[in-house]
């Protein structure tokens, strides 16, 4: 088996010092330009690659990103890890993608796992409560998180925030169904571990107070936020409550539940019910009706994220800094 090239074999045959040629590597001064294009032609024709382990060793930083998502298959986080990885790329940072199932206790595994393998810093979308969330925080060297607001008397001053308004997404949802003469108006309110879903719940009832009607805690459930669990809670509240006239789901996954159930239960969408979506997935358009939805930013969401994190990283992002981006309802057949 051929041995690799070490720099000491770039420094024998250009006949300068190891340091010289790390200088060259690493794109560092005190090299005269003769010498840094002799030494850069050796290192080509010697087909020279830098170890990757011996480089963060040195520079105390891997190149690489963690990015921790609640569940890959819903084409919300999708679509944020795609602009995460994008902007990584972009910079010449590579990301490892994280999967936690919804499962805070699999959260903190995997996060630890990223500590372990040394990442530079990491983009997570937490399912974590405080004070377990400012605990996990506190062992990152650089942190944004996705969706989640912070106290910062609890000392989480560093740690960036890119976030959704949905409390406003969820006022703008809610308003047009008023606008459309709805006055029953339930809520599937998503996991209740979320912040979105938190923000979007207080939107809805903001606007509810705003036109004069008190929130029913009766018309309000929470679920998981896939088609099967909008499916279940939508079929559920619809039987308990057959008065309502609309819903609001948390995501458009589970506003696709909440058809599924309509269909089963023989009412008619949006005759007998409107039902408002949030997120603006591809499949919000797809399906029939066609889902009115809020349309989230979502790739900028991942993008956002990364780019604070690389300047948090380089020390040039401002303490805590917040980034908040804006939704916009989408009307379609399911509430027009």
């Known amino acids: 088996m051929a041995r690799d090239v070490t720099v000491a074999d770039i420094a024998r045959e250009a006949g300068v010092s190891m340091m010289t040629v790390s200088r060259v590597i690493n794109h560092k001064g005190d090299v005269s330009a003769a ?17 990757g382990i011996a480089r963060s060793l040195a520079t105390q930083h891997t190149g690489t990103l963690g990015l921790v998502i609640p569940d890959i298959s819903n084409p919300f986080f999708a679509d944020v890890a795609r602009g995460a990885e994008h902007i990584a790329y972009a910079e010449g940072y590579s990301i490892f993608l994280c999967n936690t199932e919804e499962d805070p206790q699999r959260e903190l595994a995997v996060v630890q796992s990223l500590e372990e393998k040394r990442v530079d810093g990491v983009v ?42 949905d409390a406003a997404g969820g ?23 979320s912040f979105s879903g938190q923000a979007r719940s207080n939107g809805y009832q903001q606007a509810l107070l705003a036109a004069s009607l008190s929130p029913n805690p009766t018309w309000k459930s929470h679920c998981p936020p896939t088609v ?56 919000a ?26 300047e948090q990283i380089r020390n040039d992002a401002k303490v805590g800094t917040e980034i908040v981006l804006q939704v916009q309802l989408v009307v379609r057949a399911s509430a027009p």
């Open 124 to 165: 997570l979308i937490s399912r974590l409560q405080p004070p377990q969330i400012y605990d996990v925080l506190k062992h990152l060297p650089a942190a944004v998180l996705i969706n989640q607001r912070l106290d910062r008397k609890n000392g989480s001053t560093t740690v960036g925030t890119v976030r959704l308004d």
């Open 171 to 193: 006022q703008l949802a809610t308003q047009h169904l008023l606008d459309r003469g709805h006055r029953a108006i339930g809520l599937l309110a998503g996991p209740a571990t």
């Open 228 to 283: 099967e669990g909008g499916q279940v809670a939508a079929r559920a509240l619809l039987l308990a409550q057959p008065q309502l006239t609309a819903l609001f789901c948390f995501n458009d996954l589970v506003a696709v539940g909440a058809l599924q159930a309509c269909a089963e239960l023989g009412r008619r969408v949006p005759e007998d019910l409107a039902v408002v979506g949030y997120d603006d997935v591809p499949l």
């Open 35 to 51: 010498t840094r294009q002799r030494v850069q032609e050796i290192i080509d024709r010697l087909n020279y690659r830098p170890s």
């Open 285 to 310: 358009a797809l399906v029939t009706p066609a889902l009115t939805t809020c349309h989230a930013p979502r790739y900028e969401l991942g993008a956002e994220a990364v780019r604070l994190l690389l």
